[in-house]
């Protein structure tokens, strides 16, 4: 940064992250949550160092080792004294606090001044796209942290740190992949630049890749393309998030930015968005949440471009200087300020989900009674008792019959349906909308008329939620 040293820029990189990681941990404290996938990083967690990698005593392949391997780390180290889920927060809440601070060391080593550089680390120490996700066991703010440190060391040529950093992103996501080759064409004429990060790299993720490796006869094995069978287009959703969450003073600054910045970090980051935003298009769904890897780098080039901004319109506009640059700012902060203090705002009226509050319901029951659903991790965390999936049915099978055997062989009398999830929906259907069912079913030895009994109906978030006790009872024949 222009006219400061290192050690008043550590002070103050300091400085926002522990205001960061105090008001994050705060706003965990009141809003904690979980996303589906958050259970399923607690079952890995859990079953690591037991029975390893496994969901249900099932093989995992698809998210990845890191993330749940530092819960389990933790936890065992705490003589798991705070549990998994304490952990997932803890990490979920670092890594938000780490992205503030590396913006503003990156934006000051563009040649912003100091003023605009911690101007953009607090847009994103205020950005609504963390806020929810640092309040929940959910991954991708440990990768976000990663891949800015990653390109935070690339930045101060400690390339093979760098690509120690990568490498560990490569354990929890794998959109870092989409780095590489722009990296590599970058430095295609750097041989040591490139030995380097290569080797920084594969120490981080060969652990991982020999594993897969050995079990798999591959390097990578992950079901996550399987996905792309099916996909959705989400690129317009994708435009108004990057609008209402980055903003378009924002995105327009980091246009600018480009133009101030080194060539091979403006080819890095510009290369990297414009395939992030490409692949997440045309994923299978898409949230908000994704773009929260795409905002630091944007306020990174957004530091310098804000400034080149402001001169420019000096230059055009005849107003005092010192108000056109506190218009330029306000209209930068004003989409992130009023997002997150919506966010805030909803956050402390909500309701829990509806299936959580079916599955908290079900938690009054006697605990002999097991529970049923199409999310058993979730089932099993609110209602404090062991659940099982809804099976899928092939062709020639009765959905009853499936039920009748899991209320007879694992004791399940209580089953939990939602009308957004689709093998609940194609394969169950019959328990929508609430209502008392009897069915015929048979084991191999005898005949059953099984009693779905209505308890209960939960809405909210655009979901339709239903309770149901079970029953069985035997027919004699005759």
Known sequence: ?????????????????????????????AFQGFTPDGFVYMELAKNIPESGYKVLGEPHEKFLPLYPALMALFNLVTAKALGVDFWGY????????????????????????????????VLQALSALGLHQYADVNVIPLFTALLMA????????NYFWAGVA??????????????????????IKKPGVMARAAAGFILAASPWYARNLLTYGHLIHTYYMAEMTAPGFHLFGILEGLLTQTGPVILVAAAFGLKRIDRGIAILFAS???LYIGLHSWWWWYSHRFLLTLNPIFLVMAAPGLESMIEALKKKIHLRPRLISGLTMAGAAAPVVFVSIYYVAAASFAQPDPYCRAAMDASREPPAKKLIGSSPLMLEYYGKREAFAFDEIKEGEDPHEKILRRYLQDGVRLAVWMDKA???????????????????????SASYDLYYIFIREYVGQGKNVYLYELKAREVKVK
């Open 422 to 444: 689709p093998l609940d929906v194609s394969e169950y259907g019959y328990l929508a909308g609430g209502k008392n069912v009897k069915a015929a079913a048979r084991t191999a």
């Open 150 to 157: 990653a390109l935070f060391l690339a930045q101060r040529e």
């Open 272 to 274: 990297f968005i414009v």
């Open 166 to 187: 990568a490498g560990l992103a490569a354990t929890t996501r794998y959109e870092v992949y989409l780095l590489l080759p722009i990296f590599l064409l970058i430095n």
């Open 90 to 121: 803890a990490i979920s809440v670092t890594s938000g606090a780490v992205l503030p601070p590396i913006v503003f060391l990156m934006a000051g080593r563009m040649g912003t001044s100091r003023t605009f550089a911690l101007f953009a680390a």
């Open 1 to 29: 940064m222009k006219n400061s040293n290192a050690y008043s820029d550590a002070r103050i990189a300091a400085l926002v992250f522990t205001v960061s990681l105090a008001a994050y941990a705060a706003l965990c404290a």
